[in-house]
């Protein structure tokens, strides 16, 4: 299945790069839009991902959804970082997860920008185009920190730009990305050392967050025990040296 959902990235990522000047719409939300190129993605992830395994359940940002329940589920994001698809930054991804009893065991996510595919399964490590991937080992005083601010949730600036500014102060640097999906992956491979945003939707994480695990990160929803996917939450992805200063800077923060 894993290669078959690989192969269904890659060509869900040349779909979006078809659409270059996509018809953009407002959604609910500061800021929140859709473009025809999300539309036409998950349009195509839809038909092929609920083909491959018939007896699952599609859960997906561009469409209203019911609960989460313990029956196999793709968890898609046709296209994180719309905003900056947008705006022709070149920085976007496709993502996909597969959960199973609400957890993921399954996670794909394309960048076609970079040309690379970044894949994970439970129990047996995460890959970057067929290269097994490893989170880096970088000290909390020198990490790159990468982060979201919840530009949908006025409620959380506050709290996020103090976060921030508590990370920049203790670490190394900050990055923002304006894709949750991409800097998960950068967690996973090495090139960042910490990921956080106070509030992000299933779909944001449900891929990213299992290559994360199985790259030997950590990843904690906020608030809660285990990973959670449920509902919107706040999460932290890290090296397993820097979670407990990570941490400590976001009990504040934590929504």
Request: negative net charge.
């Amino acid at each position: 299945m894993l290669t078959r959902i690989l192969e269904l990235a890659r060509e869900a990522g040349r779909i979006m790069l078809k659409y270059r000047a996509a018809a953009a719409h407002q959604k609910e939300g500061h800021f929140n839009f859709v473009t025809d190129a999300d539309v036409a993605v998950q349009a195509f992830l839809k038909k092929e991902l609920l083909s491959l395994l018939p007896s699952s359940r599609f859960f997906a940002e561009e469409q209203d959804n019911e609960p989460l329940g313990d029956a196999p589920t793709f968890v898609v994001d046709p296209i994180d970082g719309t905003l900056n698809f947008m705006r022709g930054r070149n920085m976007s991804a496709v993502s996909i997860g597969l959960l199973e009893h609400r957890q993921p065991v399954l996670g794909v996510i394309c960048n076609p920008y970079a040309d690379e595919v970044f894949s994970a399964e439970a129990g047996k490590g995460a890959w970057l185009n067929g290269r097994k991937i490893t989170v880096s080992s970088t000290p909390f005083d020198k990490t790159m920190v990468c982060f979201g601010t919840s530009p949908y949730d006025a409620d959380l600036v506050s709290r996020s730009m103090d976060a921030a500014r508590q990370f920049l102060l203790r670490a190394g640097d900050l990055r923002r990305s304006g894709s949750a999906a991409i800097d998960l992956c950068d967690v996973a491979c090495g090139r960042a050392d910490i990921f956080f945003e106070l509030r992000l939707r299933p779909w944001d994480v449900a891929a990213g967050s299992l290559i994360v695990r199985e790259a030997g990160g950590a990843f904690v929803s906020l608030g809660h025990d285990r990973p959670y996917y449920d509902d919107a939450c706040g999460i932290l992805a890290c090296n397993q040296s820097c979670e407990a200063f990570a941490r400590e800077i976001l009990e504040g923060a934590d929504p």
